[in-house]
């Protein structure tokens, strides 16, 4: 890489706010971790001490009411992040190129549907009988693709995950390493002093533009279809149980957990390692903090939650708080029980005052 500051505002469609349009940027980098050399951005205002301090070349940014070091050029943009993620696109090292073609150690079964002219497969990848593997497709080093799978056009299924049998995948879905789609639901019933196996004979259908994070599981339905709706975005170490349905563009950030036959809606965002009880309702656009544990339906839509058991954002903080003050409530207590005690000793003496306060007769 090696770019002036005014061809990274002509690639962006930026405004060159401040500094030389001849500087020449050869790298990019946070904030904190930028030398003269480095673009960067700033998008957040958690990071406005870090902007303050840095010492990069060129900084992306959309609000100008911060400090920077006057030696940084700024460039206004809409959005920072978007932007950056332009500059990492055009001048990144590429992911590897999409290379049509069966890898003689891949095991095609001779009725799956994997045209070689249009279609990846990498070493020791498995597409069993009957799977159906759409244009433009990349199956990774090691992956399986089970009997009857279907997956979409464009999609990217990183080494070492499983689409398990019968699932359905549509376009443009990226399942990372480790992702395993379609494992059996987790159904026992406890007959004559033993957990008996609850057969677990559904699928799971991932609609288009899904992406899944490394080492996730979706697992297979009862009967009919554990669904993950379009443009929902997983990421890594999520669990989705069995008959789950997810709606359209959701956010689950690491170690989530949603338990069976659980209905998320539309836009929901489930931060880090929040818990969703089975069999609940989840209204649209709803937001949970990091470790929320939900245990009851949500029907209003919009509301933010957190905590244990999970309510509204302002209710929590309000609990929170009175939890701190209980130290001081509780010593307010006990000062008030030794007075009380001490003005009883005196009234049972005769005494007329304690301290500096007098007793009333």
């Given amino acids: 890489m090696r ?5 990274i505002v002509k690639l962006v469609g930026g405004h060159l706010f401040r500094g030389d349009a001849d500087v020449v940027i050869t790298n990019f980098a946070a904030l904190d971790q930028a030398d003269r050399s480095c673009v960067s951005f700033y998008g957040n205002s958690k990071y406005r001490n870090s902007l303050a301090r840095s010492s990069a070349g060129l900084v992306l940014l959309n609000d100008l009411d911060c400090e920077a070091p006057n030696v940084i050029a700024l460039v206004r943009v809409e959005n920072p992040v978007l932007a950056f993620d332009q500059i990492i696109r055009e001048f990144a090292t590429p992911a590897p190129a999409f290379t049509p073609g069966i890898s003689p150690s891949a095991w095609v079964a001779t009725d799956a549907k994997v045209n070689p002219l249009e279609v990846e497969v990498s070493p020791n990848a498995s597409i069993l009988s009957g799977a159906c593997i759409g244009r433009g497709s990349r199956i990774g080093a090691g992956a399986v693709i089970g009997e009857g ?3 979409g056009e464009d999609c990217f299924i990183a080494p070492n995950a499983t689409v398990s049998w019968g699932c359905v995948l549509g376009d443009r879905v990226i399942l990372h ?9 987790f159904g026992f019933e406890f007959v004559d002093g033993r957990h008996q196996k609850i057969e677990q004979l559904g699928i799971v259908r991932i609609c288009d533009d899904v992406e899944i994070g490394a080492s996730s599981t979706v697992d297979r339905a009862r009967f009919g279809e554990t669904v993950i709706g379009r443009g929902t975005k997983i990421d890594n170490q999520v669990q989705i149980g069995h008959n789950c349905f997810i709606g359209e563009h959701c956010i689950l950030v690491a170690q989530v957990g949603v338990s069976g036959s659980t209905r998320i809606g539309n836009y929901v965002v489930l931060a880090a390692q929040t818990g969703v009880a089975g069999h609940l309702t989840i209204a649209d656009r709803t937001t949970f903090g990091g470790r929320s544990g939900v245990i009851s339906s949500i029907t209003e839509s919009g509301g933010t939650y957190f905590g244990y058991p999970a309510r509204p954002m302002r209710e929590d903080r309000r609990e929170a708080m009175r939890v701190k ?3 001081s409530l509780i010593k307010r207590v006990r000062q008030l ?6 003005y009883k000793a005196a009234l049972e003496a005769g005494e007329t005052q304690v301290g500096d306060s007098a007793i009333a007769p």
């Fill in 337 to 342: 029980e030794e007075q009380s005690e001490r």
């Fill in 3 to 7: 770019v002036t500051v005014g061809e």
């Fill in 177 to 185: 390493s480790g992702a395993i789609i379609g494992a059996d639901g």
């Fill in 325 to 327: 003050q209980l130290g």
């Fill in 149 to 151: 799978a279907k997956i």
